[in-house]
């Protein structure tokens, strides 16, 4: 059950601090030299121009828009209804408690660069800041060699009123938008998946006061199906090989009672495999991958949950039924019309989820996550005097006594 080793030894570290340490001290110098080092690309300008944005859509294909278009739609509705309720209580006569809610000021949205363009986490982190409300979004993605950016990303983008883009990646781009550079004001969180340095990078800054919060850890992508004896091993198969074609350090578990369908799972992933364009990068994730022979379903949901998967993916007779016995996974896929696929693009589910296990403790990204909460109290004199003699008591048991003056004086004063 142990996950491969995730690259971070201090050799990754050491580097990590030095570039946050460079654009702290030297802003915008120090993001164009790096952009430089890294991507190969000078810089005249950091922020994309509007222009770019406005030119966005002519420039994709008309089923690429409507794809962006309707997975746009769905993540949208789903996150609308996520909307928290305030909370009003009067705890004693007089005494009224209220809970609150507050989209954050400003937001970092990291897109990662590399063979694809990634419309669709534009789209999970663009929508849903977007329905939180809040003010300022950035939103920093690593530029190509002539310094573009995808149309797609653009257009994405501009679906969830994001234009304040950045040609910048890796840990650079953390940094700037959690200290703040010349042209990058700084944010108040920062979201998104990369790579072994922007991962580095977002969990120093999160420790740091002068830096930012950021959305939760994250390691390497990950999925595990459960499947028995009436799954079909094509569907299980392709599932694996989706996850796998992420990175060579992807890991997919098949958990099975039946060694029928193991066996029949793993001639389809060596079918399927050869027909892949990233079958390269696919085959060596599956070097990682593993096929687990459980004595029956209770023990396969309980491998599952001892593991705490990314995607879990439920192919089994009747799967919702074992919804109930699930306790441990970032998001789950029931039945075997449910590729983990539909989560990553189009169903309205975030797909931005916790890895590496820490589905333990932290949940799927959702509107929440955009927001903050705060408490709210109003005490008139009746309400004071109902609750003052405790007040100042618990004040007198801890030895703090301007805590006990500051009610008395209220009571005194009022005689």
Known sequence: ?????????NTLSDIVSDILSQVKSRGDDAITELTERFDGVQLANLKLPQCALDTAQSEISDSVKSA?????????????????????????????????????????LYIPGGSAPLPSTVLMLGATAQVA???????????????????EIRYAATLCDINEIYLIGGAQAIAAMAFGTQSIPK???????????????????????????????????EVLVIADAHANPAFVA????????????????????????????????DNQLSQLSRKDIAGDAMQNGRYILSKDLAQSIEVSNQYAPEHLIVQVENARDTLSDIKHAGSIFVGQWSPESAGDYASGTNHVLPTYG???????????????????????????????TAIMDLAQAEGLDAHRQAVAIRLEGRK
């Open 133 to 151: 409300g809040c003010a300022r979004k950035v939103l920093c993605t690593p530029p190509d060699k002539n310094g573009n950016i995808a149309a």
């Open 187 to 221: 944010v108040d969180k920062i979201f998104g998946p990369g790579n072994s340095f922007v991962t580095e990078a977002k969990q120093q800054v999160s420790t740091r006061a002068d830096g930012a919060a950021i959305d939760m850890p994250a390691g390497p992508s």
């Open 68 to 108: 962006i278009d309707m997975a746009y739609g769905n993540i949208k509705q789903f996150h609308q209804a996520q909307f928290p309720q305030d909370v009003r209580v009067e705890t004693q006569p007089g005494v009224v408690c209220e809970l609150k809610h507050a989209a954050l000021d400003s937001v970092g």
């Open 358 to 388: 820490y589905a333990r403790n932290y949940s799927s990204l959702g509107l929440a996550d955009f927001m903050r909460r705060y408490t709210v109290q109003e005490l008139s004199y009746q309400g004071l005097q109902n609750i003052g």
């Open 238 to 269: 392709a599932d694996l090989l989706s996850q796998a074609e992420h990175g060579r350090d992807s890991q997919a578990i098949l958990v099975s009672n039946s060694e029928s369908l193991i066996q029949a799972v793993i001639t389809q992933v």
């Open 1 to 9: 059950m142990s996950r491969p080793a995730m690259t971070d030894n």
